[in-house]
């Protein structure tokens, strides 16, 4: 046989080996069936969680938009309450500052009723007096307002006269003229200028009263010797067991006949008045009188205006030349004469420099008495 040749060595199957081959092959075939059911699971797996992660993605997007709106509608409520809440404690600052006014309000009325309450208790315990009726009846709407008379010092300044005249026609002219040159005998003359007279007068009073802790008002009185009668009243109400105390101060109103008693502790007042009526040795004999209290007034308003006097007239720039009494004796025949523009004179008052005067004024109503 040649090296050329060929030739195949054939070994002849063994059973043993054949047998072990195809137990080989079942078991590889096994795994490889195995293999494939493993894949096909974990291609079912797979899909599977591919599907839940395609969910769970719709549900997070889905949440996400829920989330969103749900914060866009809560920003929206939160404002709308905040919007809310400022109206509320607006009307809560607005409530508060009302009712602030309210108490403000009913305290002030609680006074007042306070007031109105005393002052009815004490009108009804004025002392009675009785009294005669002398003027006319007529129609209500006739009747006159009250008046009230004012006492008014105007002060005057030095090289100044007042001037009152019977008319007050005079008066005009003689402010009308203004300057006016007063001859006073010879080569001697001055010039003096003619100004109003403006008083200030109330035009409204208004006047609180309340009730005194010292003061009572004793009434009831009989007529007698002035001096013994206080001296009686003072010793009688000095006594604790007449329910009195230690007295400051007896005095007699001569005008309504009452006694005003003072006393130096505010506890003794109202223990006399609530029991109205006293027995007092007066005259030998028990006399009953009546114990008041005693009312304190102050001005609570006041309003004043601007009056002119009518027939008053004001010189001014009155230099002093000679003596007073003859330079007023002068300048008064001045303004009396007609040709002058005066007239009858009421009432002159002349205030040289460096001196000073006042003038005295009342009035009653709108008329001026000067």
């Known amino acids: 046989m040649s090296s050329d040749e060929d030739f195949s060595l054939v070994a002849e199957p063994n059973e043993e080996s054949l047998s072990q081959v195809q137990t080989s092959i079942r078991t590889h075939k096994r795994r490889y069936e195995q293999l494939l059911r493993e894949q096909k699971e974990l291609g079912d797996s797979r899909d599977e969680r591919q599907k839940l992660v395609l969910q769970f993605q719709e549900r997070r997007d889905k949440l996400k938009m829920m989330m969103q709106e749900d914060e866009e509608a809560h920003d929206k409520q939160i404002t709308v309450q905040q ?6 404690q607006q009307e809560e600052k607005q409530l508060q500052q009302q009712i602030l006014m309210v108490e403000e309000a009913l305290k002030e009325e609680e006074h007042r009723n306070q007031q109105l309450t005393q002052q009815t208790n004490v009108f009804a315990a004025v002392p009675e007096r009785k009294l005669v009726f002398m003027g006319k009846t007529g129609n209500s709407n006739d009747t006159e307002a009250f008046e009230m008379k ?21 008066a005009k002219k003689i402010l009308a003229l203004k300057r006016h040159h ?25 006047i609180d009263t309340d009730v005194c802790p010292h003061r009572i008002l004793i009434s009831n009185l009989p007529t007698m010797n002035t ?114 523009g005066g007239g ?27």
């Open 227 to 340: 001096e013994t009668l206080l001296n009686k009243l003072e010793i009688h109400f000095s006594k604790s067991k007449n329910k009195g105390g230690e007295v400051e101060e007896c005095e007699m109103l001569p005008d309504s006949g009452t006694v005003v008693l003072t006393f130096v502790r505010h506890d003794i007042t109202q223990g006399l008045t609530e029991t109205e009526f006293h027995d007092v040795t007066l005259q030998q004999k028990k006399q009953r009188v009546r114990i008041t209290p005693f009312l304190n007034g102050s001005i609570s308003s006041l309003k004043t205006k601007m009056v002119p006097c009518p027939r008053t007239v004001l010189l001014t720039g009155i230099p002093s030349v000679m003596e007073q009494e003859n330079l007023q004796d002068l300048m008064e025949i001045h303004f009396q004469k007609s040709d002058n």
């Open 182 to 206: 007063v001859d006073l005998g010879g080569d001697c003359s001055i010039t003096v200028e003619a100004r109003p007279v403006c008083l200030m007068l109330p035009r409204l009073v208004e």
């Open 83 to 88: 919007t809310k809440l400022k109206h509320l």
């Open 344 to 370: 009858e004179i009421e009432a002159f008052l002349y205030n040289p420099l460096g001196q000073s005067s006042a003038a005295a004024f009342f009035s009653s109503g709108s008329e001026q008495d000067e």
């Open 150 to 170: 004012s006492h008014v010092v105007y002060p005057m300044e030095g090289g100044t006269a007042l001037v009152t005249f019977e008319e007050e026609v005079v």
